[in-house]
């Protein structure tokens, strides 16, 4: 089973800066890599899929890479808009979350 | 546009049982595998569960296996989760997904979620 790791839990960001976000599988993950943004009293939004490819409707900011093991979410710009929790997510068998990384106001 | 509204959440004793429905429109519901996630308040997303675009097959995760059982009717464009001797660990929110056309696949799209409290 692929245990999925993102860190840091909470960042710290003040808006217009870049927030890079990281994400970790046990195992290769292949491209089976998800991202996905939610606020409080919402349910997730999906963000990226496939590692790299954006969901339909969501801004040229959100940009995902890497490979394998490692992965990253970066988000170029933050607007107020973007402070919330993102999970990433394997889907190589069943999907597995990783804990969440909060992004929050500095 | 994807739309997704669960219903069935409420207040059940620990060893109770509940039914989760979650009604689809929008897209055709026939031909994706669908998906149950849950998520404790305050906590991460738990995969609970997938089944086929047909029914046929449904999958679970170790924590609810032999307790939940996924099914839908694609007459109705619907999808269920019976829950079975519930325990206080299976409270939160519960949210269908949308998966793809196979198992292996992202959830692009989700419900608003409903909460099930276990208490006695």
């Known amino acids: 089973e692929i245990v999925m790791t993102q860190s840091p839990a909470i960042l710290s960001v003040s808006p217009g800066e870049r927030a890079t976000l990281s994400c970790r599988a046990s195992?290769?993950?292949?491209?089976?890599l998800a991202w996905y943004q939610q606020k409080p009293g919402q349910a997730p939004r999906l963000l990226i899929y496939d590692v790299s490819t954006r969901a339909t409707g969501v801004p040229a900011r959100f940009s995902g890479s890497g490979s394998g093991t490692d992965f990253t979410l970066t988000i170029s710009s933050l607007q107020s808009e973007d402070f919330a929790v993102y999970f990433c997510q394997h889907y190589n068998n069943w999907p597995k979350f990783g804990q969440g990384t909060k992004v929050e106001i500095k | 546009e994807v739309h997704l509204v669960e219903s069935g959440g409420v207040v059940a004793q620990p060893g109770g049982s509940l039914r989760l429905s979650c009604a689809a429109s929008g897209f055709n519901f026939h031909d994706y595998v669908m998906h149950w996630v849950r998520q404790a308040p305050g906590e991460g997303l738990e995969w609970v569960s997938l089944?086929?675009?047909?029914?046929?097959?449904?999958y679970y995760a170790d924590s609810v296996k032999g307790r939940f059982t996924s099914s839908r009717d694609n007459s109705r464009d619907s999808l269920y989760l019976q829950m079975n001797n519930v325990r206080a660990e299976d409270s939160g929110f519960y949210y269908c997904?949308?998966?793809?056309?196979?198992?292996?696949?992202?959830?692009?799209?989700w419900g608003q979620g409903t909460l099930v409290t276990v208490s006695s």
């Open positions: 089944i086929s675009s047909d029914g046929a097959s449904a």
């Open positions: 195992q290769n993950a292949n491209r089976n």
């Open positions: 997904a949308k998966g793809g056309y196979t198992y292996v696949r992202h959830l692009d799209a």
